[in-house]
T-cell receptor, first 113, second 112 residues
Framework: DQQVKQNSPSLSVQEGRISILNCDYTNSMFDYFLWYKKYPAEGPTFLISISSIKDKNEDGRFTVFLNKSAKHLSLHIVPSQPGDSAVYFCAASAIQGAQKLVFGQGTRLTINP | NAGVTQTPKFQVLKTGQSMTLQCAQD?????MSWYRQDPGMGLRLIHYSVGAGITDQGEVPNGYNVSRSTTEDFPLRLLSAAPSQTSVYFC???????????FGPGTRLTVL
């Protein structure tokens, strides 16, 4: 039973345009959400997070939106750059600062020049 | 700081063999975890530790053993390797109040 789902295995976007990566979750106990980015042959690196008390969090080109009623979050990257090509994982936890994370399957983002 | 280091980078085992995946961190983080990454499954938590001497099971603990005798090291033992354990293994660490986990570069394990 996949509690965190990323239904798009891959996404291709033109350089300079907006990339939107989606994530859905089923467990209403999840209270904190994170996005990780992974390059080939490297470990994931933390990108941005959001608490359930917010509906939006921005960090430079990256914005995460949370819709609690729909159990849906999305990551927006504007403008997209070639270095953004990577696999993006959505993750959820029951509390902020929790060690136990539940990850989605990942979405491979390719930015085309 | 080296961050989180993992050895080996690659390993091939035969069914039934045992081995230990090493993980070390030099950031004095209390929390350490082991995940496995499989195609279409994302990362799944195997075991985790909140400090030296304290470990607990994650989502997929069967076939794996861990111990935490020091803050720095958190080895993962495969007791009797099976083809289903073919995967990429990631070790991670974090400070207890923080959200961000720092991941190592991974160990790619193939069990024949």
């Amino acid at each position: 039973d996949q509690q965190v789902k990323q239904n798009s295995p891959s996404l291709s976007v033109q350089e300079g345009r907006i990339s939107i990566l989606n994530c859905d979750y089923t467990n209403s106990m999840f209270d904190y959400f994170l996005w990780y980015k992974k390059y080939p042959a490297e470990g994931p690196t933390f990108l941005i997070s959001i608490s359930s008390i917010k509906d939006k969090n921005e960090d430079g080109r990256f914005t995460v939106f949370l819709n609690k009623s729909a159990k849906h979050l999305s990551l927006h990257i504007v403008p997209s750059q070639p270095g953004d090509s990577a696999v993006y994982f959505c993750a959820a936890s029951a509390i902020q600062g929790a060690q136990k994370l539940v990850f989605g399957q990942g979405t491979r983002l390719t930015i085309n020049p | 700081n080296a961050g989180v280091t993992q050895t080996p980078k690659f390993q091939v085992l035969k069914t039934g063999q045992s081995m230990t995946l090493q993980c070390a961190q030099d950031m004095n983080h209390e929390y350490m975890s082991w995940y496995r990454q499989d195609p279409g499954m994302g990362l799944r938590l195997i075991h985790y530790s909140v400090g030296a001497g304290i470990t607990d099971q994650g989502e997929v603990p069967n076939g794996y053993n861990v111990s935490r005798s020091t803050t720095e090291d958190f080895p993962l033992r495969l007791l009797s390797a099976a083809p289903s354990q073919t995967s990429v293994y990631f070790c991670a660490s974090k400070r207890s109040p923080d959200n961000e986990q720092f991941f190592g570069p991974g160990t790619r394990l193939t069990v024949l």
